[in-house]
């Protein structure tokens, strides 16, 4: 056993707690500008309690809360499917049209619209569902390819909320390569439903290959061209088909070797992703005003980036 050695002319240290009950618990408290201002005595049990409101608050950030693109990607897998399964018929019009409607509501709300834009996103999106079941009911394939050709301009506008919002990230989190992620796959699929409208519209074969070209020819072509393989089984026709084809291959490797790259190289991994959500969100309106740690301005990590510590 240790003694303790108390020098002439000196009281004794004091004893170290023996239960972990007697060391006092503090929660430190942050301002909105990430700054500490002060600290706060807090029971075992308010931390118990506080742990399990952080967690389904953690969750609730994933599922619903801003930034959350981990959900968006999904949904964008979802909606691949729909194109690759081959599922042709009115319920399939209609299913993949309210199926890709969610997509670019979850993809504004994920990305904070602001109420106005988001309206008219909610009206645009229910005239296209209200569309593709008069399209279904009785319509032909011209009929269906303006409904897919106005799909894509719907899906088009989601790039453009989702880049907005990861460019004013005030640093580079997991989100914000989920963001750029599912602007890659968007660009891919504007371009297979466009392309697959154009034929339905027009009539002619969007390939200079005979037979039947359906959703799933369009959608390998479309992501097959963004990844510039080339295999040789589908190539465009001549005219609008290659001029669509060259350009989806070159905005796919800029936006590719340009921003994702850049993307990935800034990406600071963290262990909470609640606690990066919220962090993601608190940080991003304060870049957007000051854009002195925004990656617009370069920067990988704001003064505003600061997590709150529990």
């Known amino acids: 056993m240790f003694r303790s050695l108390i020098l ?13 009950g007697d060391i006092p618990l503090r929660r430190v408290v942050v301002g909105h500008d990430g700054r500490m201002v002060g600290v706060q005595p807090e029971s075992e049990s308010g931390s118990k309690g506080q742990g399990r409101r952080s967690r389904l608050a953690a969750l609730r950030d994933i599922v619903l809360g801003t930034d959350s693109y981990g959900i968006v990607f999904v949904f964008l897998i979802v909606d691949y499917v729909f194109l690759t399964i081959g599922w042709t ?61 106005l799909t894509s301009l719907l899906i088009l506008a989601c790039p453009v909320a989702i880049g907005w ?35 339905l519209v027009s009539g002619h074969s969007f390939f200079a290959q005979a037979g039947h070209h359906g959703p799933a020819d369009f959608a390998y ?21 290659r001029t669509n084809a060259v350009l989806e291959a070159l905005i796919g490797q800029i936006f590719l ?26 940080t991003a309106a304060g870049a957007g005003q000051a854009g002195a740690g925004g990656l617009g301005a370069g920067g990988v990590e704001g003064e505003g980036g600061a997590e709150s510590v529990s």
């Not at 109420?115 to 229910?126: E, I, Q, W, Y």
């Not at 919002?165 to 968007?186: D, K, P």
């Open 221 to 241: 072509f479309s992501y097959i061209t963004m990844a510039t393989v080339g295999y040789g089984d589908l190539t465009p026709a001549i005219g609008l088909p």
């Open 89 to 149: 018929g009115g319920v399939a019009i209609i299913v993949s049209a309210i199926w890709l409607g969610l997509t670019v509501l979850l993809a504004f709300r994920t990305s904070e619209v602001p109420h106005r834009p988001m309206l008219v996103v909610r009206v645009a999106v229910a005239l296209v569902v209200v569309a593709a079941v008069a399209a279904a009911l009785g319509g032909g394939d011209r009929a269906y390819g303006t409904i897919v050709i």
């Open 257 to 282: 070797v340009v921003l994702v790259a850049r993307l990935v190289g800034m990406y600071t991994p963290t262990f909470r992703l609640g606690h990066e959500l919220r962090g993601v969100a608190g």
């Open 165 to 199: 919002r990861i460019l004013h990230h005030a640093r580079v989190t997991t989100q914000t390569v989920l963001g750029a992620l599912c602007i890659y796959i968007l660009i891919g699929l504007v371009f297979a439903n466009a392309d697959y409208g154009v034929q």
């Open 8 to 20: 002439e002319g000196q009281e004794p240290l004091p004893r170290c707690p023996s239960q972990p």
